[in-house]
């Protein structure tokens, strides 16, 4: 749908460019202290508005974007985890660029989403007319290669960094004259490690590892781009109009300067969900400020609504509050709240890990019971005082404890990917989201984003995938697939709504991992060509139906490799 036309009174609001990096720490700046890396444009940021002294995200990627996005606690969207459709965000959620969208503002993304793959929870169905990036929780190449250009797929020439300013810039560009918002929410430095080689031998000099050296690479090249879109807000003459927020999604993808905290990235203490967060609008936040009250994520969507005039937009709960008067030096009266951390075990949403922080405490339990840290005297988390503080432990475990029953009261049931709708035709089901058993397995063994399945050696496993079918019709079934020579041969079936197709496997497909950057081992799959095997068309009935794969014979030594299957609508009913 279009965003509504600007009049002169939106025209005068402030424009809003959001930049958030994937992985990156809280001392992964140098003006946290870290004389090991230099970020000159983000210190200047820093020091010409506010700095959050104490503000706090999830542990991990998908669970912070949801809140960013929501000003809610991730675990009321649905979203509880990084893969295997847990990262999604339903689609009654009201985003941030859905209210300021409805309010006469224009919305880019330009980076990683990682809330949905699929409409209507993918960017275009949840508030942005722009999109440039990838859905998933990470990429897999990070020089020359294809990105989604709302829903079509384009490539692109040069390092992905560089590519997703290119694209906000132009989006900045194009609608100058109107207020927008601009989301860049960056995928370095998380892994695989790849970075120019200008950037990579800079921090080598400095006796770093090789894993160190590319992440900071990335962080400074992510810098000499913050650079370049502060640069053309001054250019075209918005930069006092434009509310410039910084930060990041968890802490930091591995062990490095972290200003002495415990934890790094998937941990439910200060290092791994204590982060930067730097606002700079001239004239409206004094430079030097530096705000001391705990802050979070859940802040950023209340915190804007305000600066920018925005109604809020739908009837579910907020959990944040606006940052405003702290933006303005005005912290009298502010609560000592709680701020909740949870981070789930592969998408098992049980209590622990998770965590309570207040002005002076953080009680956290990553499994093996509470412990109790008094973060003005022991900010490191050196000394467990849950011993000699019992009362502490019970006001704020109680206080955990019925937090975490009210924000998983809606439960956790995956939400079935929706096929039909006429903004989406073709729908690829990646083999994340699947479920199976027997001897099926993860080519990667963790099912992260890109993964594929393997072990297909008993034609009685089977692969399914929860869909909830929007309009009923006739859908082509193709399986994205690898098969060595000497296996093929297999009687493929795919079946929905009671109603089957298949093929046999004729064509061999055995590819080599297209050559990859890296420069230390990947953690993550990597990069192929797939074959893709058309199984016919199916008749899909309205409302909830498994799609279930099988392999109705088997002549080789395995059936083959599913990276995904994709669904086309043919012909509706």
């Not at 922080?357 to 467990?384: F, I, V």
């Not at 955990?400 to 073709?426: C, K």
């Not at 950057?517 to 899909?540: A, Q, S």
Request: one cysteine or more; a neutral charge; charged letters at 25%.
């Amino acid at each position: 749908m279009a965003a509504p036309q600007a009049n002169s009174q939106e025209a005068r609001r402030p424009n809003v460019l959001l930049i958030m990096a994937d992985d990156m720490g809280w001392g992964d700046v140098r003006s946290h202290g870290n004389d090991k890396i230099d970020t000159p444009v983000l210190d200047g940021l820093a020091a010409s508005g506010a700095r959050f002294d104490r503000f706090y995200v999830s542990p991990v990627c998908a669970p912070t974007r949801a809140s960013l996005l929501t000003g809610r606690y991730h675990l009321r969207t649905y979203t509880s985890w990084v893969t295997g459709g847990r990262e999604t965000m339903q689609a009654d959620e009201v985003t941030l660029a859905e209210a300021m969208r409805q309010s006469g503002y224009r919305t880019g993304l330009f980076g990683k989403w990682h809330n949905g793959a699929h409409y209507p929870m993918d960017p275009n169905g949840q508030g942005f007319d722009e999109f440039l990036g990838f859905c998933a929780g990470h990429w897999n190449n990070y020089f020359d290669t294809t990105l989604q250009k709302n829903r079509e797929w384009v490539t692109t020439k040069g390092y992905i960094t560089d590519v997703l300013t290119d694209g906000a810039m132009e989006f900045i560009r194009q609608h100058r004259s109107e207020p927008f918002l601009c989301y860049v929410p960056y995928n370095a430095p998380h892994g695989p490690f790849q970075v120019p080689d200008r950037y990579f031998d800079k921090y080598k000099k400095r006796g770093l590892d090789d894993k160190t050296a590319s992440v900071y690479g990335m962080v400074e090249n992510i810098d000499d781009n913050v650079g370049r879109l502060l640069k053309q807000l001054e250019d075209l003459k918005l930069a006092d109009n434009t509310i410039v927020l910084f930060l990041t999604d968890n802490g930091p993808n591995g062990e490095r300067f972290n200003g002495g905290m415990k934890g790094t990235k998937a941990s439910v203490h200060e290092g791994g969900v204590r982060v930067p967060l730097f606002v700079r609008w001239p004239g409206q936040i004094r430079p030097g400020t530096v705000v001391k009250e705990t802050a979070a994520h859940i802040d950023l969507l209340p915190t804007l609504n305000e600066l920018c005039d925005i109604e809020p937009r739908g009837s579910l709960p907020i959990d944040g509050r606006s940052l405003a008067p702290l933006l303005k030096g005005n912290s009298q009266g502010w609560p000592d709240r709680l701020l909740f951390t949870h981070q789930s075990r592969r998408g098992d949403v049980q209590p622990a890990p998770g965590a309570v922080r207040s002005r002076q405490y953080r009680l956290a339990n990553t499994g093996k019971g509470w412990e109790l840290y008094d973060m003005l005297s022991d900010p490191g988390q050196k000394q467990d005082i849950s011993a000699q503080k019992p009362d502490v432990v019970s006001r704020l475990r109680a206080a955990y404890e019925t937090w975490f029953a009210d924000v998983t009261e809606g439960g956790f049931e995956r939400i079935p990917i929706p096929v039909g709708y006429p903004q989406s035709p073709v729908v690829e089901l990646a083999a994340p989201e699947a479920q199976f058993g027997g001897g099926l397995r993860f080519h990667g063994k963790s099912g992260w984003a890109n993964d594929w399945i393997s072990g297909w050696t008993n034609p009685a496993d089977t692969i399914t995938w929860s869909l909830d079918v929007v309009r009923p019709g006739k859908y082509e079934v193709t399986v994205l697939y690898t098969c060595p020579p000497g296996s093929t041969g297999a009687k493929i079936e795919a079946e929905a709504s009671d109603h089957k197709t298949s093929a046999e496997l004729r064509q061999a497909h055995d590819p080599k991992a297209k050559p990859s950057p890296d420069r230390v081992p990947r953690g993550e799959v990597y990069e192929k060509e797939w074959g893709r095997l058309k199984l016919g068309t199916l008749e899909m009935k309205r409302g909830r139906t498994p799609l279930v794969l099988r392999a109705l014979s088997k002549p080789g030594k395995v059936v083959m490799d599913v990276k995904g299957v994709v669904i086309t609508q043919v012909e509706e009913r």
